[in-house]
């Protein structure tokens, strides 16, 4: 069974500041799909950004970019010109394609401080 | 497009009656997924619908249980219900099996 981890329950960042959001997971799989969810205190949850596992070069999307470490079984999340609107739950998830099975982390909850 | 909705948002229901949630995916969306998040737990995964077959399953007990129609929208059923069922139920759609999961608002069910 694959397991992802959030190693940070909590994490604060200043405005316009940059932060790294941690996640690990545990696979023997080559077929499978990276993911960062945001749930910000609304509830909406939101998908910010996709690595496919096959993909060398790291997902970008505006703000917010990638670090894969295949290897390293690592996929963290950089935010960049942090937002107070970046306040939010993040949820770092793994799909597994081959049984299409996802799995959620833990999650770590950012507080962007004015 | 219009996004994931989910009726009712918000449910109060006391221990031993039956509830069922309703969920519509994003139009085109045929697979549909239902979640479990609450605070102690985190998101826990309920079962997967396609083509209105359920394709997964999750560890729930059989008082979970749910179906999909034609038109993909699904419905998620919770009977005999218990205080720990007291949780944020969050339904997820995507366009085929094995693709990003797009969430709804998810449904508050609080039971006393």
């Known amino acids: 069974a694959q397991t992802v981890t959030q190693s940070q329950p909590e994490m604060s960042v200043q405005e316009a500041e940059t932060v790294t959001l941690s996640c690990t997971y545990d696979t023997s799989e080559n077929n499978y799909y990276l993911f960062w969810y945001k749930q910000p205190p609304s509830r909406q949850m939101i998908l910010v950004i996709r690595?496919?596992?096959?993909?060398?070069q790291n997902a970008t999307e505006n703000r917010f970019s990638v670090n894969f470490q295949k290897a390293a079984k690592s996929f963290s999340l950089k935010i960049s010109d942090s937002q107070l609107g970046d306040t939010a739950m993040y949820f770092c998830a793994f799909l597994n394609r081959n049984f299409n099975k996802f799995y959620f982390g833990s999650g770590t909850k950012l507080n962007v401080k004015p | 497009k219009a996004g994931v909705t989910q009726t009712p948002r918000y449910l109060i229901k006391t221990r031993g009656q039956q509830v069922t949630l309703s969920c519509s995916p994003i139009?085109?969306?045929?697979?549909v997924s239902w979640y479990q998040q609450t605070p102690g737990q985190g998101l826990q995964f309920l079962f997967e619908y396609f083509s209105e077959t359920q394709r997964n399953k999750g560890n729930f007990p059989g008082r979970f249980s749910g179906r999909q129609f034609s038109n993909s929208r699904s419905e998620m059923n919770v009977s005999t219900l218990e205080l720990g069922d007291s949780a944020l139920y969050l339904c997820a759609s995507s366009p085929q099996m094995g693709y990003e999961q797009y969430f709804g608002p998810g449904t508050r069910l609080t039971v006393t």
């Open positions: 690595q496919e596992a096959y993909k060398q």
């Open positions: 139009s085109g969306h045929r697979s």
